[in-house]
């Protein structure tokens, strides 16, 4: 069976077309700029040539017909017809206390992910507009819903509870949600595959490091923490989000600044982290990995605040498991930055942590990065965040 695996933003769109059984990607694309003038469509057939197009797009329902077009064209197509795909997932970003696993979709469930809408009004809306344009299209396919908050739902009371009044969290469900949870489901499953254990049987601490970051502590198979919490802007220091700080601050700066809350939360979400510790000089880690080297300051200065709070959070996380049998490294920096890599674990040797520089100098693969005699095994896992939405949804469909 084909598995459509759609990714809907305010404004863009990506989509994935993979065989759920024998797991091999079929096409991918990306829809840009939908509802703006100058959209357009990027569509790669597996061993095809990637093509470019501009097309007019003023809804997400246009964007959707044009990757099913795309998908069943006589000449770049790699299905006859849309009878060829038999379900479609898609990424929900929040799903509240009301999802712990993914689901198919009715109208009772796009209503239990419409009132999770105030919890994250950037994403869950856009996500709706993308499963509701596909349920017009092709009214009968199975639809299914894979949340990025599910697999964070073990997490107990002690970990997802604020230090505030206990009813915010039952008047409006302030508390800790975590996200990337697809991520940290399909690493931490891969790594007890890659180690040969039991699920059950780990205490892992799984790294996924990307523009947006987050760590989980998942043991017994169960995810006990993360630092992502009621919105994806606690936690690490990411690459143009602040993660963690005293709430006093916001307060503070917009009586300094005379700036609204709404602007200085502006401010944290996208000019913080790596890119407002460097003075704007870069969030992305190439960048701040030339100026490291180059001896800048401003690129210094991120990257030690980012190796730092990494290197804090794994310390906390070992602490609430009691220990740690393996730590995994993924997403854009995870995969491919040795160097943090290196960093990071040059501060763990607490845990008998060695790096073999070799297995370390490798990017984009799965690899063992930690020495033989590591009591504490490192593992660099790349994350297929669309292949387990695809796995999940041929789970609920077959
Ligand atoms: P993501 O959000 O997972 O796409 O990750 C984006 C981050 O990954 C950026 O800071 C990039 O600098 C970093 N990244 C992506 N590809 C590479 C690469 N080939 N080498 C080093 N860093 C990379």
């Given at each position: ?17 993979i ?5 091999e990607l079929?096409?991918k ?47 770049h ?23 712990a ?11 239990a992910?419409?009132d ?28 299914v ?8 739902q ?13 009813r ?23 790594a ?14 799984v ?13 017994n ?18 690459g ?45 880690f190439?960048d ?25 959070y ?8 009691n ?18 890599r ?32 590591s ?24």
């Amino acid at each position: 069976m084909n598995i459509l695996v759609i990714n809907c933003g305010s404004s863009s769109l990506k989509f994935q077309l993979i065989n759920a059984q024998s797991e091999e990607l079929i096409a991918k694309g990306l829809c840009e700029r939908i509802g703006i003038p100058g959209s357009q469509m990027t569509y790669a057939p597996k061993g095809g040539e990637k093509i470019e197009k501009a097309e007019d797009m003023p809804d997400h329902t246009a964007a959707i017909r044009l990757v099913l077009n795309a998908l069943s064209d006589e000449k770049h197509g790699v299905v006859k017809s849309l009878d060829e795909i038999g379900a479609v997932g898609h990424r929900i970003v929040h799903g509240g206390e009301s999802f712990a696993a993914s689901t198919v979709i009715n109208d009772e469930v796009m209503k239990a992910i419409e009132d999770c809408n105030d919890l994250a009004p950037l994403h869950n809306p856009a996500n709706l507009i993308g499963i509701n344009a596909c349920r017009k299209l092709m009214p009968d396919t199975p639809m299914v819903g894979v949340f990025d908050t599910a697999f964070h739902q073990t997490m107990p009371e002690r970990a997802y509870l604020y230090g505030i009044p206990y009813r915010y969290y039952e008047d409006y469900k302030v508390r800790r949600y975590g996200f990337h949870g697809t991520s940290h489901s399909y690493v931490s499953h891969r790594a007890a595959e890659l180690l040969g254990r039991e699920y059950e049987d780990l205490k892992m601490i799984v790294c996924h490091l990307g523009n947006g970051a987050s760590i989980s502590a998942v043991q017994n198979g169960k995810c006990v923490d993360t630092s992502m919490g009621l919105t994806p802007l606690e936690g690490l220091i990411m690459g143009t989000r602040s993660g963690d700080l005293d709430p006093a601050i916001i307060e503070f700066l917009c009586g300094k600044e005379e700036k609204t809350v709404h602007e200085i939360l502006n401010v944290l979400n996208k000019e913080s982290g790596v890119l407002g510790l460097s003075e704007g000089y870069s969030s992305d880690f190439r960048d701040l990995e030339k100026g490291y080297n180059g001896g800048e300051a401003p690129s210094i200065r991120a990257m030690n605040g980012f190796i730092y709070r990494v290197v804090k959070y794994i310390g906390a996380y070992t602490a609430v498991m009691n220990g740690v049998d393996v730590i995994c490294f993924t997403a854009g920096i995870g995969e491919n930055n040795s160097f943090i890599r290196k960093e990071v674990c040059a501060h763990l040797a607490y845990l008998g942590i060695g790096i073999d520089e070799e297995e370390n100098a490798k990017r984009g693969e799965e690899v063992l990065i930690s020495t033989k005699e590591s009591r504490t095994k490192v593992l660099v896992i790349p994350t297929n965040e669309e292949l387990a939405i695809a796995r999940e949804t041929f789970a609920l469909v077959k």
